[in-house]
Structure formats: C-alpha cells, structure tokens
C-alpha cells in the first residue's frame, strides 16, 4: 500500500514539476485546447446542437404526446365506468320491471285459473242438481208406473191380503231390474 501511495505522490510531483520547468509545453497544450475548441465551435458545436435541439423536441413531442394519451385515456375510462354504471343501472331496473312482470303475470294466471275452476264447479254442481231432478223426475215416473201398474193388477183382481202383498213384492223386483 505504501508503493502505491509512494508511486501517486512520484507522478504528481513530476507534473507540478514538468509545468514548472517546461511552460512551452503548458502554453503548447493551451493553444491546442484553444485550436481544439475553434475546431469543435466551428465544424462540430451546430450538429451536436441541431442534434441535441431535435433530440431535446422529440422528447417533448413525446412526452406531450403522452400526456395527451394519457389525458384521453383516463377520459375513456371515466366515460366506459360511467357507461358501465348506467348500463348496470338499467340492468338493475329491467330485472327489477321483468321480476314485476312476472309476479303480476303469475298473478294473473293464478286468477284466471281460480275463475275456471270456481267456473267449473257452478258448473258441475249446476249438472249435478239437474242429474239430482232428473233422477228424481225418473224415479217419481217409476213409482207412478209401479202404483199404476199395481193399482191395475189390484183391480183386476180382487185377491186377498196375502196375494195382494206377493203382487207387489213381484212389481218391485221388476222395478229394481
């Protein structure tokens, strides 16, 4: 380590030394940096500007350019969660207008089928009634029958108690076929 530090502490001795001893070399080296800077100003300085001022433009047409897209995007996506919102909104009130619906619906056919029925019931108690009368009309006109029928038997004989009970067992057996 001390080498090392021995070999720098050498050389900037003999700089400070050479610049000291030899100034034609330091006014030498001068007047190269002055030509150098004249060469570069005169031939290099407007490319590498012009360079460095396109450069420096398409930067900034980039990075407007980005914050344009930026700004459009960011309104794109207010405007697609606005559309969204208003679209689930509707969404919300047609499921809301169809469920209505389909209760009042439901409740339509259930009353429709409560008349039917009620319908239907006057209507088979009505056809039952009148099978009640016109069963009741036939077994009047049966026994009419039988009474005038055992009425004409009793007449045309004049048969005693016992007789007269075995016609009509007889005319009610025939009845009952």
């Known amino acids: 380590m001390n080498e090392v530090f021995d070999q720098i ?9 050479s610049v000291m001893n030899m100034p034609e070399i330091v006014l030498f080296n001068i007047l190269a940096l002055i030509v150098l800077l004249f060469f570069v100003r005169t031939f290099l300085w407007k490319k590498v500007t012009l ?3 396109k450069r ?28 969204y919102e208003n679209m689930k909104e509707e969404t919300r009130q047609l499921k809301e207008r169809l469920t209505q619906d389909a209760y009042k ?12 029925v009620r319908r239907r019931l006057e209507q088979a108690e009505k056809d039952i009634e009148f099978e009640i009368q016109q069963a009741n009309e036939d077994i009047k006109q049966s026994i009419k029958e039988i ?17 007269h009970q075995d016609i009509m067992d007889e005319i009610l057996k025939e009845s009952e076929v």
């Open 51 to 53: 360079y460095l001022e």
């Open 105 to 116: 619906e439901q409740e339509k056919l259930i009353s429709n089928a409560k008349e039917e």
């Open 9 to 17: 502490t050498k050389m900037v001795e003999d700089g400070l030394y």
């Open 147 to 163: 009474a005038f029928s055992a009425a004409s038997r009793i007449v045309k004989r004049e048969i005693d108690e016992s007789v």
């Open 56 to 83: 420096q433009s398409a930067l900034s047409e980039a990075m407007d350019q980005a914050d344009e897209e930026r700004r459009v995007a960011k309104s794109l996506q207010e405007k697609s969660l606005k559309e």
